[in-house]
């Protein structure tokens, strides 16, 4: 018999980062929330997408990675019909897939001042 392997949030956000690097997803930010009081989650990623169409391939990348890797899958989306914000909700993970202008009126990186914040490179 095997056992489940235990899913860790790191893990899984490093999942999430692989999916929106295979669809070339622009200025990914993981902010790390785990020694932030109050926090509602351990890491939110955040990244852009060039148009609706490329914010659905990112969400599609995502979630066919977590489920490849881990057999997870979101608890909650929110955003799939306008594709402007997708939100994709593992508990202790949270992905916000924003086009350019949502991302720039909504500025969730200052929102959360205390993290720690990881850039992660452009896929040319």
């Not at 860790?8 to 785990?34: C, F, N, P």
């Not at 997708?86 to 949502?102: M, N, S």
Request: aromatic content about 8%; some cysteine.
């Amino acid at each position: 018999m095997t056992q489940k392997q235990s899913v860790t949030s790191q893990m899984l956000s490093q999942a999430v980062v692989a999916g929106l690097q295979d669809r070339k997803g622009k200025s990914i930010t993981l902010l790390d929330l785990r020694d932030v009081k109050n926090s509602i989650a351990d890491y939110f990623i955040i990244c852009t997408g060039t148009s609706d169409t490329h914010v659905d391939a990112l969400k599609q990348s995502v979630e066919a990675e977590t489920y490849k890797t881990y057999k997870q899958d979101p608890w909650h989306v929110e955003g799939r019909e306008n594709r402007q914000w997708i939100l994709l909700d593992y508990v202790d993970v949270v992905v916000h897939i924003f086009q350019a202008e949502k991302r720039d009126r909504f500025g969730l990186e200052e929102l959360w001042g205390d993290a720690k914040v990881t850039q992660i490179p452009d896929m040319d």
